[in-house]
């Protein structure tokens, strides 16, 4: 199975920009890297009246979306992140933002200004900001090159190289 770590915190912790900085950086080292977004929102993908919409609405339990540059999936039943780590083929590392709950190694964002991190089930493996969390690395949001170092460490080598 593809390894996942999930990225963890209060919103506007910095996440996304972690990960948008992150996924250059793994790529370097060699490895494909997939993303998973967690949402509390419903389908931001689904808009009501569109014909996936109405697909939805008559019952369908999956519906894709398909141009000539890609495919987008939304299956409206529940779900686990290993289930949809299971359709991406081609990558070596999934990280996941958000997820909090599940056995997924996590790491926690946190910035003081956002408030105290959520509830959170381990494993935790590292911390990311002005959190500390003993027994596991802190590092700077600054700091992609170590987190990355970290990431690969955690995960093992890339499993294809181009």
């Known amino acids: 199975m593809t390894p996942i770590i999930a990225l963890v915190g209060r919103s506007n912790s910095g996440k996304t920009t972690l990960l948008e900085r992150l996924i250059p950086a793994l790529e370097k ?12 929102g419903r389908y931001p993908l689904d808009k009501e009246g569109k014909d ?5 609405q008559a019952g369908a339990k999956t519906v894709a979306f398909a141009t000539p540059d890609g495919f987008a999936l939304m299956r409206y039943e529940p779900w686990d992140l290993g289930e949809i780590a299971a359709l991406m083929p081609g990558v070596d ?13 996590k790491i926690i964002v946190h910035r003081p200004e956002v408030g105290d991190p959520p509830e959170l089930v381990d494993p935790i493996i590292a ?5 500390t969390r003993e027994g596991v690395p802190s590092f700077d949001h600054e700091d992609i090159a170590g987190i990355a170092d970290f990431i690969a460490s955690r995960v093992g080598p890339p499993s294809r190289q181009e």
């Open 93 to 105: 590392l999934i990280l996941a933002e958000g997820h909090k709950i599940g056995p997924y190694p």
């Open 127 to 131: 911390t990311v900001g002005s959190l």
């Open 52 to 56: 996936s919409w109405r697909f939805a």
């Open 29 to 40: 080292k060699g490895y494909r890297v997939g993303t998973i977004k967690h949402t509390t």
